[in-house]
């Protein structure tokens, strides 16, 4: 694989990272085939892999899976999603990220992180307590960089200038969706983070399964029915994903290596997570690091979705920022009476 500088970080990093979800009990709870797609992964040139506190058992089994080959990898964990029950397992505040750090490196077996990311922003808690809290971290050893997830364009902004005049870590990364099905982040996510020498590792470049074209337009499945995945009955979406499987086709190519080699191809990206659950999902995803799209395939993609636009949304987006809440849009009640 070609690898790509992370950043300024000085640490470079594969096109395809391996994103550990999906090993868990909840995805594939099978250590032994955990261990076999993680040393397949590596032998394939993969060097970062990313997991979360938040994924289940994840770490416990991507701490089993890396021994002997922990020093291989870029480890990089995160913070901030919902814990159990308890109301202070969760968010950026210092309290937190101090517990949260010991546990996640109790649970990977390591001694440090090479990047601990705040998975959503937490519009609760002062950026420069989170940052100040980070920051101590890595001036620990216990983490070596720092980097946010599904943050705001303008809070990129808010959060660089605060690690500038506090004199603090100053994220390094960026964690983003991104997808043939949701550009918007082109319009100033990926400009932004690039103004300020971050990388890029954008989640779900499959959209939840709907890129692999297992989604189709008359079909019912049980994803489909499923709650969690609103965005998967989205009729809009679907009608993008029937215009896009015949360029697929036509390009000679599955429309999941057409969405992934799409996702890569952006100057702004530096890596794209693959979730794969099975040995037979990983083999069929490391061959998309082989394909490059012509301008005539990009030409029509941007056709079916435009650039910085979107065909509605991920169910798992970060999409609610504070200005937008029903309690700071709109007056308590009491005070429209007294009006």
Same mark, same amino acid.
Request: charged share 25%.
């Given at each position: ?22 090993? /868990? ?55 901030? %999603? ?23 490196? +109790?649970?990977?077996?390591?001694? &440090? ?5 705040? &998975?959503?922003?937490?519009?609760? #808690? ?13 001036? /620990? ?7 946010? /997830? ?12 605060? /690690? ?12 983003? &969706? ?6 918007? !982040? ?27 074209? %297992? ?20 009729? +809009? ?28 191809? &952006? ?10 659950? #099975? ?12 394909? #490059? ?10 056709? !079916? ?7 509605? +949304? ?16 709109? +007056? ?8």
């Amino acid at each position: 694989m070609q690898y790509r500088p992370l950043g300024r970080t000085g640490i470079r990093i594969s096109p395809f990272a391996l994103g550990a979800m999906m090993f /868990s009990s909840f995805g594939n709870g099978d250590q032994e085939e955990v261990n076999r797609m993680v040393s397949r992964a590596l032998d394939a040139g993969i060097n970062l892999i990313d997991t979360a506190d938040a994924y289940g058992d994840s770490e416990e089994m991507l701490g089993r899976a890396l021994k002997g080959r922990r020093d291989d990898i870029v480890l990089a964990s995160k913070f901030a %999603r919902p814990i159990g029950d308890e109301v202070n397992h969760q968010g950026g505040s210092r309290r937190w990220i101090v517990a949260a750090v010991e546990n996640s490196l +109790r649970r990977l077996q390591t001694d &440090h992180l090479d990047l601990y990311q705040m &998975h959503r922003p937490d519009p609760e #808690t002062d950026i420069e307590e989170t940052l100040s809290a980070l920051t101590d971290l890595v001036r /620990s050893g216990k983490v070596r960089a720092i980097g946010s /997830s599904d943050m705001p364009a303008s809070e990129i902004v808010e959060a660089q200038w605060v /690690s500038e005049r506090r004199g603090l870590e100053r994220f390094r990364t960026e964690q983003p &969706h991104y997808s043939l099905l949701d550009r918007t !982040i082109e319009r100033e996510v990926l400009p932004v983070a690039q103004r300020y020498g971050m990388g890029t590792v954008i989640w779900s470049p499959l959209a939840s399964g709907m890129l692999t074209g %297992r989604i189709r337009r008359g079909q019912e499945t049980d994803l489909r029915r499923t709650r969690m995945f609103a965005a998967l009955r989205d009729e +809009r979406r679907i009608d993008a994903v029937e215009e896009l499987i015949p360029l697929a086709e036509e390009a000679g190519m599955s429309l999941t290596h057409m969405a992934l080699a799409f996702v890569i191809a &952006h100057p702004g990206v530096t890596a794209a997570l693959i979730g794969p659950r #099975t040995m037979e999902q990983l083999e069929d995803l490391l061959a998309a690091a082989e394909i #490059t799209l012509s301008d005539e395939v990009l030409d029509r993609i941007d056709a !079916i979705v435009p650039p910085g636009t979107g065909v509605g +949304r991920m169910d798992q987006e970060y999409n609610t920022p504070p200005i937008l809440s029903a309690a700071l849009r709109r +007056r308590p009640a009491q005070d429209r009476a007294a009006a």
